[in-house]
């Protein structure tokens, strides 16, 4: 598959739900003890993914665990630097090798538009290692920063989620802010390929019906137009996802 296709892992104490998300996905978001997350959990969904050959990647979020990481929290930028750092740290004592970086809920929505909390998620990860991708929204602030940081970056839609006119994620206190229609996330996600050129998909684990969204999500991307390496554009970057960074 030439397009990416990421999950939120690690979040919730289902094994079954993630083995079943694993069979789709190519790369899986594991969180790191931030808004979720620990030794235990961490261990299981890293193995999980190692079986399914699906790449590993950290999902620091504000370290807010009653809130889910879902609010944004007033940090400063050292703080959420240094946040941010041990998180991926933390992962990575655990399963070695990492691809990507992803922030989590509230710290991804505020850094798409906020460029000093992108500039201090950059900082975070920079102490761990400038070789990581970071996984931020298509046409978003926060990539614009993280390219000038000297990151690769790759460019990503949401296939469970409604979208704003001016390309931001609608709240989720709007009833409406999920997509929870297999065939509807299936024909968002081509129409955020083809229309937007995004290189990752997500799909959410903790969306209801997630395994039959990505499922239906895969089946999608599996289309030749995305599946000729050829003929996608951002096929360098989302090769690099699958090229996991050495550990340090």
Not at 25 to 33: E, F, L, Q, R, W
Not at 78 to 87: G, K, L, R, T, Y
Request: hydrophobic share 45%.
């Amino acid at each position: 598959m030439a397009i990416d296709l990421n999950c939120d892992m690690g979040e919730l104490p289902d094994a079954a739900l993630e083995e079943a998300l694993m069979a789709h996905i190519t790369s899986a978001n594991v969180a790191c003890g931030g808004h979720a997350g620990d030794t235990a959990s961490m261990r299981r969904t890293v193995d999980l993914a190692r079986r399914h050959g699906v790449a590993v990647g950290a999902h620091p979020g504000y370290p807010d665990r009653a809130n889910f990481g879902r609010v944004e929290m007033p940090l400063s930028a050292e703080e959420i630097a240094q946040s941010v750092c041990e998180q991926v740290g933390a992962l990575a004592a655990v399963a070695g090798d990492l691809a990507h970086v992803k922030p989590h809920g509230a710290l991804y929505n505020v850094a798409a538009k906020n460029p000093d909390v992108a500039r201090a998620i950059g900082e975070g990860v920079a102490r761990f290692g400038k070789d990581l991708v970071l996984v931020g929204l298509a046409g978003s602030v926060m990539l614009d920063v993280w390219r000038e940081m000297g990151f690769r970056v790759a460019t990503e839609g949401f296939a469970d989620r409604r979208y704003e006119p001016d390309g931001s994620l609608r709240s989720r206190k709007f009833a409406d802010a999920l997509i929870t229609e297999p065939e509807d996330a299936a024909a968002q996600a081509l129409r955020l390929v083809s229309e937007r050129g995004v290189q990752t998909i997500c799909v959410h684990s903790d969306t209801p019906g997630s395994v039959e969204i990505v499922a239906a999500v895969a089946r999608a991307l599996r289309n030749p137009v995305f599946t000729d390496a050829s003929a996608c554009p951002s096929r360098d970057t989302v090769r690099q996802l699958h090229e996991p960074s050495p550990r340090r």
